[in-house]
């Protein structure tokens, strides 16, 4: 069984007293490939850094509470990045009305203008994106944009009526911990409803953990207890899920 881990932060500090054994607990696990996310320019060079490793590709980008980074010289920053060949996705960006730590109107300036920024680095390189309380506006933003780019729905947890309105956006859905929780039931009817070639597993360690690791720092070797979960909303085998969700994050991130 080979798992593709969509969404970790294995460039985070909790991750620097064993960094090494975590990868491979993951790989015993068998998370075979991960996608390592940049939430501001500090964890964007480090998800570069570690895309070294043979089973790591880097996404980079400005989280919607990283806002305030978000500058000329910054993206000059980031294009450095990118044109190292190893990122292979623009973000996390998106909006987060949750904390509003960053005045509204400024998160959806700078996330407009890093979808057109994004573009000139490649008109097809997929946006990972971050929403919380604000999932009609985001939309809003993407729609306006107008991009030609894969979307992914980063730590999907909507009900049916909100994975409609993603699907309909083109959007794919990142599925992760929040799935096993005992109490969201309205978000494994949303993974039943959606089509299975348009999910994604993830973990967005350390963040999150699944339900039986709940309160404890995540990583991807739990990436499994996801597969299980969408593997019982669909009626499949957690084979079967494996299957289809490395195949389709294979397309979209070219590994």
Same mark, same amino acid.
């Given at each position: ?18 960094? %090494? ?8 696990? #068998? ?62 960006? #998106? ?47 993407? %729609? ?13 947890? #909507? ?68 597969? %299980? ?27």
């Amino acid at each position: 069984m080979e798992l593709f881990d969509t969404h970790c932060h294995l460039n985070h500090l909790d991750f620097d007293s064993d960094r %090494e054994e975590a990868r491979q607990r993951a790989r015993e696990a #068998g998370v075979t490939r991960l996608l390592c996310i940049g939430f501001d320019l500090a964890s964007s060079r480090s998800a570069i850094q570690l895309s070294i490793w043979e089973e790591m590709q880097a996404a980079i980008g400005i989280h919607p509470e990283s806002a305030e980074e978000w500058t000329l010289e910054a993206a000059a920053t980031l294009r450095q990045l990118y044109n190292t060949g190893k990122a292979a996705a623009y973000g996390e960006i #998106g909006l987060d009305f949750h904390w509003d730590s960053v005045p509204r109107a400024r998160q959806s300036e700078v996330f407009q203008e890093q979808i057109a920024f994004a573009a000139t680095l490649s008109p097809t390189l997929p946006l990972i994106i971050h929403t919380r309380d604000a999932l009609a506006e985001t939309l809003a933003v993407l %729609e306006a944009s107008a991009t030609k780019a894969p979307i992914v729905m980063h730590c999907f947890t #909507g009900d049916v009526q909100e994975a409609a309105a993603c699907l309909d956006a083109g959007c794919y859905l990142g599925i992760g911990g929040v799935a096993t929780f005992k109490k969201s039931e309205d978000v494994r009817a949303a993974i039943a409803y959606a089509p299975l070639e348009r999910l994604l597993l993830e973990t967005d360690c350390p963040y999150l953990a699944p339900q039986y690791k709940r309160g404890r720092r995540n990583e991807p070797s739990y990436l499994p207890a996801i597969a %299980e979960i969408v593997a019982t909303a669909k009626g499949l085998t957690v084979q079967e899920i494996a299957e289809a969700t490395t195949e389709t994050a294979r397309g979209i991130f070219g590994f």
